[in-house]
Structures are given as C-alpha cells and as structure tokens.
C-alpha cells in the first residue's frame, strides 16, 4: 500500500458518458498529479493541484476537468468518453510543488470505454 | 518544449546478464528521478539525483547523473527475474515539474 488511494479500481463505461474517478493522496502530502497511461505507453501529465489550486496542465483534453478539495483529495471528470480515452489513469501524491520531490502512485483505475 | 528521451525502448535479456537504460534531455535538468513499474502495477519511486556527475548504487542497481546534467543512466548488474517492469527516468526543470521519458521495458529470459 503506497498511502495513494484510488478509487475505483475498474470502470467499464459506454462512449458518451461520464465518470469521475477519486483520489485521496497519502497523509501530509498537499500536491495531487494526474496522469494517463494508455496499454504500454508512457506516462502523459494531465494536470497538477497543490493544495487546492491548479499548478500546471499537462496535455488535458477540455472533456476533462478536475479539483482537488479542501480536504485535498482530487477528482478527475472525463466526460463524452470515446474509445480512444480507454487507459489507466494513475494520481500521484507529493509533500511540496516541486521537481525534487518523489511522487507516490496510487494503484491507478482502469477505464475501459465500450 | 523541454522533452526526455530514453532508450531503448525494450530491452530483453538473459537471467544474469547486465542491463543499462539512458535518459537524454533537451535541456539542462535541476535533477533525475527513476522510477520502477512492475507489470500490472504502477510507478515506483526508486532514486533522486540532483548533483552534477552524481553516482548512487542501490544494491545491484547504479545510477548516473551526467556531468552536463542533462543525461543519466541506470544500470542493473546482473539482473533477476524480480527485475522485470518498467523503468522511467523523470527530469526536473525550473518549471518545478517533472517530465518523464517515454520507458524501458525489461524483460528477462530465465
């Protein structure tokens, strides 16, 4: 167990609808990262919060959009999902807003869009 | 854009044979992270480093850090089964974030 928590897991969805997949990042951590990672691919940088506010944005489509909430976890939305938005998305957790901090990844949820 | 490569992409190896993965950026980094991801499993933090020509071992694992800071490397010696996965290398900027390479994939024949 990393401290990430993702939830859920799995998430079968058909084109066109919606989902929000949750992360609660570990204890004391206050920067919150998104990531996509499409079957045997890299990692491609979504978006980043810290503490609540948006830091940097990666390579986001506009159906995607997410938060993070006072009690710091984050939400990640994609909606009108298409075939092609089916990977895993892992977030990742870190103690400061800079690059010389490890990030911690949550076990990442897998959405597979039908 | 900044941009890290790595190379190869896919790396296959006997039981015991040595394996090296390189990173190159574009430009000069403020630091070099590795990052280890098991098959079906996700990214594991592994190794920082920050200093210029900087050298760090973890057991049968070394690290480099180019002089120019702008490449680094991972070497496994000898490697084992439990060595399979991904390895990602991720460069730090003065943008305070890190961009990662693109992955070498490890496999290894018993």
């Known amino acids: 167990d990393s401290g990430v928590t993702q939830t859920p897991k799995h998430l079968i969805t058909a084109t066109g609808q919606r989902v929000t997949l949750r992360c609660s990042p570990r204890s004391g951590d206050l920067s919150v990262y998104w990531y996509q990672q499409s079957l045997d691919q890299g990692l491609q940088f979504l978006i980043q919060?810290?503490?609540?506010?948006?830091?940097a944005k990666g390579n986001i489509l506009e159906r995607f959009s997410a938060q993070q909430f006072p009690d710091l976890h984050s939400e990640l939305n994609l909606s009108s999902l298409e075939l092609g938005d089916s990977a895993l998305y892992f977030c990742?957790?870190?103690?400061?807003?800079?690059?010389?901090?490890?990030?911690?990844f949550g076990s990442g949820t897998r959405l597979t869009v039908v | 854009g900044q941009q890290v490569m790595q190379i190869p992409q896919y790396q296959h190896v006997q039981e015991g044979e040595d394996f090296t993965t390189y990173c190159n950026s574009s430009t000069t980094l403020s630091n070099i992270q590795w990052y280890k991801q098991r098959p079906g499993g996700h990214p594991v933090f592994l190794i920082q480093?920050?200093?210029?020509?900087e050298v760090k071992k973890q057991k049968r694992l070394t690290f480099q850090f180019g002089e120019a800071k702008k490449n680094s490397s991972l070497h496994i010696t000898a490697t084992q089964t439990t060595d399979v996965g991904t390895y990602f290398c991720?460069?730090?900027?003065?943008?305070?974030?890190?961009?990662f390479g693109s992955g070498t994939r490890l496999s290894i024949r018993p």
């Open positions: 480093l920050v200093k210029s020509g």
């Open positions: 919060y810290y503490n609540g506010e948006e830091r």
């Open positions: 990742a957790s870190s103690s400061g807003t800079g690059s010389t901090y490890g990030y911690t």
């Open positions: 991720a460069g730090g900027s003065s943008a305070s974030k890190i961009i």
